[in-house]
């Protein structure tokens, strides 16, 4: 009977302690617990070190970027696991458009981006969703069809952000290329040329951009704009 006793008592105290070890031990909590967007975009970052590519989006952007898109991929409003940056921050004589295979964490291409005529000079500072405003919009797009067009092969975009770049599309923003947006532009000047609104491409990256992007990518446009952030239902 004793035997029997101290038998149950043993059972009780090894389920008890391999339960509490099980809830407390640190490495199975570390396993077990949900991934963070705070780690999803460190992990993210860390990745596209590894691009043949010596700068990166500012962290800021990247974080911002990647909240819109986990959203926009996850209701269905873009489908491709390709992600498109431009930094507005930058001076128009930098390199500011990153494309980003969003499945590898590669940088595809890394490249000169124009803004339009009324946002600014050198530098952009100034947006709107206004038709003939001839300004650039912010925040995030989705990439529809090409078409071919007075600035030959070029990527028609809609606007996801209501009262921010919504009327795109009718405002005609397209990807497109052109002669202003090079090195020989930007030596002569001082500065690229300029956009009636579109993100314009060197023309000899267009065709290839387009055809990466094209069809339900994201494409988002970055600027650290205080009226944007609170209008925006995309970024925090």
């Known amino acids: 009977m004793i035997y029997k006793i101290f038998t149950v008592l043993l059972t009780i105290c090894l389920t008890s302690s391999t339960t509490f070890k099980t809830s407390t031990d640190p490495k199975l909590v570390a396993v077990n617990a949900p991934v963070t967007f705070e780690s999803k975009v460190n992990s993210a970052y860390s990745e596209l070190k590894n691009s043949n590519f010596s ?82 919009s912010l925040g995030f797009y989705a990439t529809a069809e090409t078409y071919i067009g007075k600035h030959g092969f070029s990527l028609r975009l809609d606007g996801l952000e209501k009262g921010i770049n919504d009327k795109a599309r009718d405002r005609a923003i397209v990807i497109h290329g052109a002669d202003y947006v090079s090195d020989k532009f930007v030596k002569q000047t001082g500065r690229l040329g300029r ?42």
Request: proline letters at 4%.
């Open 55 to 136: 700068i990166l989006p500012n962290m800021q952007s990247f974080s911002s970027a990647l909240e819109g898109f986990y959203q926009l991929k996850e209701t269905g409003k873009i489908k491709k696991d390709v992600l498109t940056i431009i930094d507005f921050t930058l001076s128009s004589t930098e390199k500011r458009m990153w494309v980003i295979d969003m499945t590898t964490h590669k940088i595809l291409y890394h490249t000169l981006v124009a803004h339009g005529r009324n946002t600014g000079e050198e530098f952009a500072k100034q947006f709107s969703n206004k038709e003939e405003s001839y300004q650039s």
């Open 195 to 236: 956009s009636q609104g579109c993100p314009a491409l060197p023309i000899e990256l267009t065709k290839d951009i387009i055809n990466v992007i094209k069809e339900k990518s994201c494409l988002f446009i970055y600027y650290p704009s205080p009226k944007y952030t609170v209008q925006s239902k995309l970024v925090s």
